[in-house]
């Protein structure tokens, strides 16, 4: 292999930049040519493909987003556009692509890679922790503590008015982001959409903790539970007091990635190169028990995801009562 490309697909996430540089630095490295792919899928179709060199890889370790920029592409889901994308790839002879996105943007490798053989790699980019086949996705644990962050914020005003706030979380369907703030955040209640935790007990929870003179309640609920301004109504009506609603937004893609994440996205990246070094392709990376592993890519929607999800629950349930 001679020639790749690198893209990054679908929402940002802050170390996508890290892993671009890495991918592109090592890839120099290692002799091969390398293109950047802008606005993702969408670049490829548009033929916005360029060469990258080690000037436009430097200063950017540090940069929440994406350089190459993100977009999430329709077409691509059509075979006739994917064919066109695929030539304007293979034209100028790239065999290998990087692909830093979730696992949407693995499935569009997928096809590239049967359809027209172009050998693939997968890196987890997102903050949602969403990917079947990796403790961790690249962005995650940055994100994770913005929301801490504003949870201590918030928690501030929270007790100074005696309220319960609601505070939404991204995550799509996914409850990691809410789990984890609520565990390291010291969060008083979590809805998430892997379990069942009905609003009515949530109340009684949240009574239970006046009663013995908790003057707050911080709750965290994923955005795949549902409109948190309906969740704030019933609950307010079930309390029979105020409840305010925060819903952190965007506010949560950015920012400086941290040390972990920059890590993370350094180590997967190189593993990538190493793969398409060998004429192999789609996969994915992923970290499990702090070692960067391989699957097939198709592991990320046929596999299963192994968390600690149950434990993590019960646990947020008993330190917030
Ligand atoms: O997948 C990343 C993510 O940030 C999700 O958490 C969220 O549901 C979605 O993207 C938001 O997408 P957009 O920026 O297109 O509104």
Redesign the pocket.
């Known amino acids: 292999m001679k020639k790749i490309a690198i893209l990054t697909s679908?929402?940002d996430?802050p170390g996508m930049n890290a892993a671009i540089r890495a991918a592109g630095k090592y890839a120099l490295s290692q002799g091969l040519i390398v293109y950047g792919v802008q606005r993702g899928y969408s670049g490829m179709l548009n033929n916005d493909i360029f060469l990258m060199d080690d000037c436009f890889l430097s200063g950017i370790v540090d940069k929440g987003g994406t350089k190459l920029l993100t977009a999430?592409c329709l077409e691509f889901l059509e075979p006739e556009f994917r064919a066109i994308a695929a030539q304007n790839m293979i034209k100028k002879g790239i065999e290998g692509l990087i692909v830093i996105g979730?696992d949407g943007s693995y499935r569009g490798a997928d096809l590239l890679s049967k359809e027209h053989g172009i050998h693939v790699v997968g890196i987890p980019g997102?903050?949602?922790n969403?990917i079947i086949g990796t403790d961790y996705t690249i962005g995650f644990d940055t994100c994770l503590n913005t929301i801490l962050d504003a949870i201590s914020k918030i928690r501030d005003t929270a007790t100074s008015h005696e309220r319960t706030i609601l505070i939404e979380v991204?995550?799509?369907n996914s409850g990691d982001?809410a789990l984890y703030s609520c565990l390291a955040g010291g969060g008083d209640g979590l809805l998430i959409p892997e379990m069942k935790n009905p609003i009515e007990m949530l109340a009684l929870q949240i009574k239970g903790r006046r009663k013995i003179g908790k003057l707050h309640d911080i709750i965290l609920v994923a955005?795949g539970v549902g409109s948190v301004h309906e969740i704030e109504k019933k609950l307010a009506s079930l309390l029979g007091a105020e409840v305010r609603s925060v819903v952190l937004g965007?506010v949560?893609?950015g920012g400086t990635p941290s040390g972990f994440d920059r890590v993370l996205a350094t180590r997967m990246a190189v593993k990538s190169v190493d793969i398409l070094l060998q004429n192999s392709g789609s996969v994915m990376v992923g970290i499990e028990g702090n070692r960067i592993i391989t699957h097939p890519i198709s592991f990320a929607w046929e596999g299963k995801k192994t968390s600690s999800i149950y434990e993590d629950f019960e646990i947020t349930n008993i330190l917030s009562k």
């Open positions: 679908g929402g996430s999430r979730g997102t903050i949602d969403d991204m995550g799509h982001l955005e965007h949560q893609r």
